[in-house]
């Protein structure tokens, strides 16, 4: 293995792989470096995600405002990662016997990272009213990119000399003209497009630097050089580029070698506003971009006007003198200008990025210096201010963010930053230095104040304090006697001083009172000049800003703000822009745009301590721009405009809203038919579940929930779940159509279709029958069970009347024809009538005989009138009464007895009084709940209980009852079992068991 091999090794390891694994990818490649590490961080790419702390979530959203749906884009976004990388994989193993050129590789559409997911379904990417469309976010990969070694540049400056310059031209141009012909669909989609947001992919596929070499999606760039770079290309596509180079003429007088060179330092650092265009490099080779796209060259350049203007650098010595002697003047294109935030504020960094001092130019530097000023001679109609956040950081050695605060005003003035105020501005430049050099030596002062003491980190502690904790100390110990405290520890005494009770020592009262004096003298001075101080500095920096503001001839004003939420190795950029119509911000969150306060704006524009949110880029617009803006709100824009718009690119949106259009059916359709299968596989489990818990059960309240339930236990399992099926179709078909009713050609029937066989959704007639048969008797299964609920719980001596006429009711007008109470409600009554003949002894026992005899005929009376006189508990009453009647006989007033006997002969004759007969009937609330179950939707999913559902009622009737009657309803199984009636001794043993002993009563 060669020394080259070994670095390839090496490069590789340097990144955090193993040799093995290095050795192993540059096999599978044939040596590419770029192919092998590629291929090692797409199948580790979990491992490089948990070492960068890489929180998809919060780089793709604003996680603060959006919890909840970010959470589910985040699992997305993992997703769609995974498989963009394991298709990356794909391609790469599949060439890997295929050397392929640098060129070729830097163009590969494969070494990009694009997620390719939807951040929103369908139906929610739905433009709403007119809101404006946003962006998707197709993905970020600098942080992958940052495990690289960087050493594009390079090979791009070794590619540069061994291309043709003619070859770059045409390549570069090539793309620019597809910039701009995606740009414009992409424009013409964010003003007629009915989604949210569009996907950017295609123009940013397009977008190449300056050597023809595409610019990797997700590939880190600062955000100045983007934006220059960006309408760089977009200028070049439309054909104005060619319209600049009059205006530079004879500017630069230089070599061709010179010239490489200045274009080699450019591209390093592309904070110069010079454009480089490859056709200045070699004349003879120039490419005539503009032939292709229009024969005649445009009267303006729109991109210069608008995006760029002009500005001129000059280039002079200054000798201590103050004489300045002007080297050079050239004009350049205006472009981004980037500010420092260490200077805080818009004015005082613009005027500081307009002013630089070349080092090196000279070689006296002690009595000269070199300066390079820039003016601007073509105001453009909007300004970009590129904020420079990033710095290195000497502890960390990495780049961090200045997060320091960084304000700006809403409106700002470009007069002395104009050329051709430049004598003025020299003057004011002046004073400038002059206001920042006393402001220099005042804060200077201040520090002197705040860091009187100096301490180990080369912080300080202030004056005004330490006079403060003086005055303190010799206000509380003047006030006391020196007091120490003693403690005996191991037979010694140790003495304790505390600093607040060392007390007057020697002092005198006076000499202590004058010391006090002279401190808070001091204090009230020092705080007195250290206020002064700090006023005469906010005043120098409103003079500062005067002298800024002299002229208002030139207003910009705020339109747009780009800010970066985040650190310096990841975050995420959103946008705000200002609608001046509606004094209205409008945040652009990627696909999320909606209204924002003034304030959070600039909370979030301006930065500060602990705030990671902070503006990046600041646009302003001039009068003109402005003017139309007022009267012109960004929903106005889009009104009318589509018939302004070339009719191809409102075709290809229309096509493409069409497409969408058929897409939204298409999802919603879907969607809809998912959540019908869905639900009704949950119900159908729900069923299975409830009828689970009911084995070895006799309870039947599980078939009163609904109907559904009801069909599974008549063991019709194909008929529930054809019925379930059939009210969630109800349920979820946007115009509650049943399954019966669906055409056939319906998109929810044709989406069943493949989850269902066709005889399960259609049924016959014979099945039809059969359901609505069914659906009767569940209604009426339903109506017996309230009155029996009725019944039981009115089977009391108080209310026995109502318990009876609803049983009476019961059997004349919903007789259990098909035995599913198995006679419930007559037994319940036949328990009632035990419970009142065992009570009759009981009545007898306390000593109240009239109420005895009050039992005793409701007994008669409902035993005449509901069981058959084979019944055994109809025998067991006169059994019952008569046993109760020689029991009392002796205790019976004349008139008691009478009333027994007739009692008892009624009994016998089967004869009642009519007043005594109970009619059928049941009460207004019943009536109303039997009515309800007659018009009830039987197709309305019913789950949960309630206090007030039939199921729920039934089944705690049902459980009370049992408790309340457990020792009749043995009783009453008992006389069932035995078939004929139970004599005295039985009798006698039942009542005992109930604490009844009429043997007591003598």
Same mark, same amino acid.
């Given at each position: 293995m060669g020394k080259e091999y070994q670095q390839k090794i090496s490069q590789i390891m340097q990144i955090g792989f193993q040799k093995a694994q290095a050795e192993n990818a540059l096999q599978i490649f044939n040596g590419n470096v770029e192919q092998a590490i590629d291929y090692l961080l797409s199948s580790q790419l979990n491992q490089v995600l948990r070492k960068t702390r890489l929180d998809l979530s919060q780089i793709m959203y604003n996680v603060s405002v959006y919890n909840d749906v970010f959470q589910n884009e985040g699992r997305q976004m993992q997703l769609a990662m995974e498989q963009s990388m394991m298709k990356k994989t794909q391609a790469n193993s599949s060439s890997n016997k295929t050397m392929i050129s640098l060129n070729q590789s830097q163009q590969n559409i494969e070494d990009e990272l694009i997620l390719e997911y939807e951040p929103l379904d369908a139906e929610d990417r739905q433009r709403q009213d007119e809101t404006p469309v946003g962006l998707k976010n197709i993905g970020n990969k600098k942080i992958l990119k940052a495990y690289l070694p960087d050493n594009r540049l390079e090979e791009q400056l070794k590619q540069l000399q061994k291309t043709n310059i003619e070859e770059l031209n045409k390549r570069r141009m090539r793309y620019s003209r597809n910039l701009v012909n995606h740009l414009s669909k992409l424009l013409a989609q964010l003003i007629m497009s009915n989604r949210k947001y569009v996907d950017p992919t295609q123009v940013l596929k397009t977008l190449v630097d300056d050597f023809g070499n595409r610019i990797l999606i997700g590939e880190q760039k600062d955000i100045g050089e983007f934006q220059l770079n960006f309408i760089e290309r977009i200028e070049e596509g439309l054909g104005e580029s060619n319209l600049n180079e009059n205006a530079q003429?004879?500017?630069?007088?230089?070599?061709?070698?010179?010239?490489?060179?200045?274009?080699?330092?450019?591209?390093v650092d592309r904070k110069s506003s010079l454009v480089f265009d490859l056709n200045k490099i070699v004349g003879e080779q120039k490419f005539n971009s503009t032939q292709q796209i229009d024969s005649k060259q445009r009267a303006k350049n729109t991109i210069q006007e608008n995006f760029f203007g002009e500005k001129i650098s000059i280039l002079k010595i200054i000798k201590n003198d103050?004489?300045?002697?002007?080297?050079?003047?050239?004009?350049?294109?205006?472009?981004?200008?980037?500010?420092?935030?260490?200077?805080?504020?818009?004015?005082? +960094?613009?005027?500081? *990025?307009?002013?630089?001092?070349?080092?090196?130019?000279?070689?006296?530097?002690?009595?000269?210096?070199?300066?390079?000023?820039?003016?601007?001679?073509?105001?453009?109609?909007? %300004?970009?201010?590129? %904020?420079?956040?990033v710095q290195y950081d000497q502890k960390s050695k990495g780049a961090v963010k200045n997060m320091s605060q960084f304000t700006f005003d809403k409106v700002i003035y470009a007069d002395m930053?104009?050329?051709?105020?430049?004598?003025?501005?020299?003057? %004011?430049?002046?004073?400038?230095?002059?206001?920042?050099?006393?402001?220099?030596?005042?804060?200077?002062?201040?520090?002197?104040?705040q860091k009187y003491i100096p301490t180990n980190n080369n912080g300080g502690v202030s004056l005004l304090d330490t006079l403060g904790s003086a005055f303190q100390f010799l206000d509380i110990n003047s006030s006391f006697p020196p007091s120490p405290i003693h403690h005996i520890i191991g037979g010694e005494q140790i003495t304790i001083h505390n600093p607040q009770q060392i007390g007057q020592l020697d002092f005198s009262q006076e000499e202590l009172t004058n010391a006090l004096k002279v401190l808070k003298i001091y204090q009230n001075v020092v705080g007195q000049q250290m206020s002064t101080l700090e006023d005469q500095i906010q005043n120098l920096n409103k003079k500062l800003k005067n002298i800024y503001v002299q002229s208002k001839e030139t207003p910009y004003y705020l339109h747009g703000i780009l800010v970066h939420q985040g650190y310096a190795d990841s975050g995420h950029y959103f946008s705000y822009v200002y609608d001046r119509k509606t004094k209205i911000w409008w945040k652009f969150n990627d696909h999320i745009v909606h209204q924002e306060s003034e304030e959070t704006v600039l909370?979030? +524009?301006?930065?500060?301590?602990?705030?990671?949110?902070?503006?990046?880029?600041?646009?302003?617009?001039?009068?003109?721009? +402005? *003017?139309?803006?007022?009267?012109?709100?960004?929903?106005?824009?889009?009104?009318?405009?589509?018939? /302004?718009?070339?009719?191809?690119? /409102?075709?290809?949106?229309?096509?493409?809203?069409?497409?969408?259009?058929?897409?939204?059916?298409?999802?919603? +359709?879907?969607?809809?038919?998912? *959540?019908?299968?869905?639900?009704?596989k949950a119900r159908v489990n729900f069923i299975n579940n409830q009828l689970s818990q009911q084995k070895g059960s006799s309870l039947i309240q599980h078939n009163l929930i609904n109907f559904p339930i009801f069909l599974k236990c008549e063991e019709l399992s194909t008929f529930s779940r054809w019925f379930i099926l059939n009210s969630c179709v109800r349920e979820y078909h946007p115009a509650q159509l049943s399954l019966v009713d669906l055409p056939v050609d319906d998109f929810v029937y044709q989406g069943l279709r493949k989850m269902f066989a066709n005889t399960f959704l259609q049924l016959s007639d014979k099945e039809a029958n059969t359901l609505k048969l069914k659906m009767k008797q569940f209604r009426k299964y339903k109506q017996q069970c309230a009155i029996i609920c009725d019944i039981m719980m009115n089977l009391n001596q108080?209310?026995?009347?109502?318990? #009876?006429?609803?049983?009476?009711? #019961?059997?004349?007008?919903?007789?259990?024809? #098909?035995? /599913?109470?198995n006679n419930l409600p007559q037994d319940s009554n036949k328990v009632f009538i035990l419970q009142c003949l065992i009570q009759v002894n009981a009545e007898y026992v306390k000593g109240d005989i009239n109420s005895a005899l009050i039992l005793a005929n409701i007994a008669v009376v409902d035993g005449l009138q509901f069981l058959e006189s084979s019944d055994p508990h109809f025998k067991q009453i006169l059994v019952c009464l008569e046993r109760s009647y020689k029991a009392m006989k002796k205790k019976f007033s004349k008139e008691q007895e009478k009333k027994f006997s007739e009692i008892i002969k009624k009994l016998k004759k089967s004869k009642i009084e009519v007043e005594e007969k109970v009619n059928p009937q049941i009460t207004d609330e019943l009536k109303i709940e039997i009515n309800d179950i007659e018009d009830e939707d039987l197709e309305k999913w019913k789950e949960n209980w309630d206090p007030d559902h039939i199921a729920f009622r039934y089944f705690n009737v049902l459980q009370e009852y049992r408790i309340r009657q457990e020792a009749y309803i043995k009783l009453h199984l008992q006389l069932t079992e035995k078939k004929s009636t139970l004599n005295d001794e039985e009798l006698y043993k039942v009542e005992t068991n109930l604490s009844i002993d009429i043997k007591s009563i003598k």
């Open positions: 003429g004879d500017n630069n007088k230089l070599n061709e070698e010179q010239k490489f060179q200045q274009t080699l330092s450019q591209q103050q004489r300045e002697l002007v080297m050079s003047e050239k004009r350049e294109k205006l472009g981004p200008i980037y500010l420092d935030i260490q200077h805080q504020r818009l004015y005082e +960094a613009w005027n500081e *990025s307009f002013q630089d001092q070349v080092q090196g130019y000279l070689k006296d530097q002690e009595t000269s210096k070199c300066i390079n000023e820039f003016y601007i001679t073509e105001p453009p109609n909007v %300004l970009f201010f590129s %904020l420079n956040r930053f104009l050329h051709q105020n430049k004598e003025k501005t020299d003057q %004011l430049r002046q004073d400038v230095i002059q206001i920042n050099d006393q402001i220099k030596i005042m804060r200077q002062s201040i520090e002197q104040y909370q979030d +524009a301006y930065g500060g301590q602990n705030q990671t949110n902070t503006a990046y880029s600041l646009i302003y617009i001039n009068s003109k721009v +402005a *003017s139309y803006l007022e009267k012109t709100s960004i929903l106005d824009i889009y009104k009318g405009i589509d018939l /302004k718009i070339d009719p191809s690119l /409102k075709k290809f949106v229309q096509d493409i809203n069409h497409k969408f259009i058929k897409e939204v059916s298409t999802f919603k +359709a879907e969607k809809i038919v998912k *959540s019908i299968v869905d639900t009704q108080q209310k026995y009347q109502i318990a #009876l006429g609803c049983l009476s009711y #019961l059997n004349k007008e919903l007789p259990d024809t #098909l035995q /599913k109470f």
